[in-house]
């Protein structure tokens, strides 16, 4: 159980253009997802906190025009990124609170997604 | 911004060896998960322990958590080449939805 996937695993697009990333709960309900980023050979940096049903809450430094997060369901988060641009390029990862383990804040993670902007 | 820190931050042992890895954090903890990362893949999640226990087994890891001193301990014993990755240790904190990452310690095991 607790599986939480991500599509697509990898993608490499255009400077310029706008790329989506779905994040889903596969066997559970997640009323928060969050989005995590990963440069190379370093740590995950949240990005921001989706809650089901409301606006993302976007961490310091974040810039929410550019990194677009919709939580329309409990099993689904999507993250847009707008005219992506060279810079844009890295590993991003999603994960999803367990609604049924709210109190532990368990969270599991997917797989992530390796975006290069050409 | 960042909660935990991983020490050593890097970690090179021979297969059989066992692999040792601290963390320490600053503010209050629901609870702590360790979590692997093999190089340019997703993270793997390895073992959570709560706020509420001290020592935590599965299989060859061995996770202690000592909230007095807001630190936690992850132990591979019987190390093997397949163990090469870097390991995390993120915070779940009390009032919190999300989960603070360390940096990491890059973990090599030589066969």
């Known amino acids: 159980g607790a599986v939480v996937s991500q599509h697509p695993s990898r993608v490499i697009c255009k400077s310029g253009t706008s790329v989506k990333i779905e994040c889903r709960s596969l066997?559970?309900?997640?009323?928060?997802m969050f989005w995590y980023r990963q440069f190379p050979k370093q740590s995950l940096m949240l990005m921001a906190t989706?809650?089901?049903?409301?606006?993302?809450?976007?961490e310091q430094g974040v810039e929410k025009d550019k990194f677009l997060i919709n939580h329309a369901s409990l099993t689904l988060s999507t993250l847009t990124v707008t005219s992506a641009h060279p810079e844009d390029s890295s590993f991003y990862i999603c994960?999803?609170?367990?609604?049924?383990?709210?109190?532990?804040?368990?969270?599991?993670f997917g797989p992530g997604t390796r975006l290069t902007v050409l | 911004s960042q909660q935990g820190e991983e020490d050593p931050q890097a970690l090179s042992i021979q297969e059989g060896e066992n692999a040792t890895m601290n963390c320490s954090y600053k503010?209050?903890?629901?609870?702590l998960q360790w979590y692997r990362q093999n190089s340019g893949r997703g993270l793997v999640h390895l073992i959570l322990?709560?706020?509420?226990?001290r020592e935590k087994h599965s299989g060859r890891l061995r996770v202690t958590l000592d909230t007095s001193k807001k630190s936690s301990s992850l132990l591979i014993t019987a190390s093997r080449a397949a163990d090469t990755a870097s390991y995390f240790c993120?915070?779940?904190?009390?009032?919190?939805?999300?989960?603070?990452f360390g940096a990491g310690t890059r973990l090599t095991v030589k066969p």
């Open positions: 322990i709560r706020s509420n226990e």
């Open positions: 066997d559970f309900q997640a009323t928060t």
């Open positions: 989706s809650n089901e049903g409301s606006k993302a809450t976007y």
């Open positions: 503010t209050s903890i629901n609870n």
């Open positions: 994960s999803a609170r367990d609604r049924g383990l709210a109190l532990f804040n368990e969270q599991f």
């Open positions: 993120a915070t779940g904190v009390r009032g919190n939805n999300d989960m603070r």
